[in-house]
């Protein structure tokens, strides 16, 4: 058996560190637009573009010059969007951080074979897990970009399994996205566990829903 977990809003709290990245953007370039009005506006540009990215519409430097444009204007030179986007993303590395119950959870589950399953860029997405000290603790991690498939898509689930040898059936996957993470495994074969952080009730008993990672093993053990 394997235990697989998605990245991003599930092990760290990149959101968090999106928003005060954003913030920074806001206050330097002193954006004359109020700031929960700038992150609404952020957070719909990402929604926009990230999707086009991960199906290898555009570059992940299109993704980036596409996404200044859309917030802050569309007369901006590719020079000039590059040395913003810098900006945000130095000041966005700089607060990532694992949520409090990550390493009690990865404690509990020292015995079993453990794996990460990330959409995104590979080597952000390897940094994260260097940085924040993490990464020695999976046996086998799947990045889409180098496998050229995204979640939901069964296919990079599928990859990671046959990476880690074992069965679909025999792996579990734990993310926080409802659609893109548990019903992409569950389609692709895998036992998946929605995190849902956020709290609430499943209108499905089909569904195994955790509001915390403290709760991983035991959604395991009921299987």
């Not at 954006?31 to 506006?41: G, T, Y």
């Not at 609430?200 to 035991?218: F, H, M, P, R």
Request: charge should be negative.
């Amino acid at each position: 058996m394997v235990i697989f977990f998605d990245l991003d809003g599930t092990l760290i709290d990149s959101q968090g560190a999106v928003d005060w990245a954003a913030g920074t953007v806001h206050s330097d370039l002193r954006v004359d637009q109020p700031l929960e009005d700038f992150l609404k506006a952020w957070r719909k540009s990402h929604s926009n573009y990230y999707p086009r990215y991960l199906n290898g519409e555009i570059s992940y430097e299109s993704l980036r010059r596409s996404r200044i444009r859309e917030v802050l204007g569309t007369d901006l030179s590719d020079p000039e969007a590059d040395s913003i986007f810098e900006s945000y993303m130095n000041a966005y590395e700089s607060k990532w951080a694992l949520f409090a119950d990550v390493e009690p959870c990865l404690d509990g589950l020292r015995p079993h074979c453990l794996g990460v399953i990330s959409n995104g860029p590979s080597q952000e997405q390897r940094r994260k897990l260097t940085r924040l000290g993490i990464e020695p603790r999976f046996q086998h991690i799947l990045i889409s970009e180098e496998c050229k498939c995204a979640k939901p898509n069964p296919g990079i689930f599928g990859r990671a399994c046959e990476l880690a040898g074992v069965a679909p059936s025999d792996a579990w996957y734990v993310g926080d996205q409802y659609e893109i993470d548990f019903c992409g495994s569950i389609a692709a074969g895998l036992r998946g566990i929605w995190l849902n952080r956020r709290g609430g009730i499943s209108e499905s008993s089909d569904v195994k829903v955790i509001s915390s990672l403290a709760q991983v093993a035991e959604a395991i053990s009921s299987g």
